[in-house]
């Protein structure tokens, strides 16, 4: 059975950091791709990070040079480290598994519960 169990979210502050872990169970990990989706109240959900299995990432300008997505297959876990997390962050974070179609990320449809993220002074 497949499962995906986001985790490390939490209140932060303006300009703080958090990250993110995501422990995968069901599949071969190592094969997949993997991404983090955000999605706020009444915003449109958003890919903030994709890792490919031979690890290439890849980030929308929103979050570039702020988000690093990492992974170890060892552990079947996938990471999204934040930094200068700013109020726009503030989301509930998922992780998914897919696979790239050209250029885009194609996620499973299989989703974790999410971790909320609340950045706040």
């Known amino acids: 059975q497949v499962s995906l169990v986001e985790s490390g979210g939490g209140l932060v502050q303006p300009g703080g950091s958090l990250r993110l872990s995501c422990e995968v169970s069901?599949?071969?990990?190592?094969?997949?791709?993997m991404g983090w989706y955000r999605q706020a109240p009444g915003i449109q959900r958003e890919l903030v990070a994709t890792i490919s299995p031979a690890g290439t990432t890849n980030y929308p300008d929103s979050v570039k040079g702020r988000f690093t997505i990492s992974r170890d297959n060892a552990k079947n876990t996938v990471y999204l480290q934040m930094n200068t997390l700013n109020i726009e962050d503030t989301a509930v974070y998922y992780c998914t598994f897919g696979t790239f179609s050209g250029a885009t990320y194609r996620p499973t449809g299989k989703w974790g519960q999410g971790t909320q993220v609340t950045v706040s002074s």
């Open positions: 069901g599949i071969i990990f190592s094969a997949f791709s």
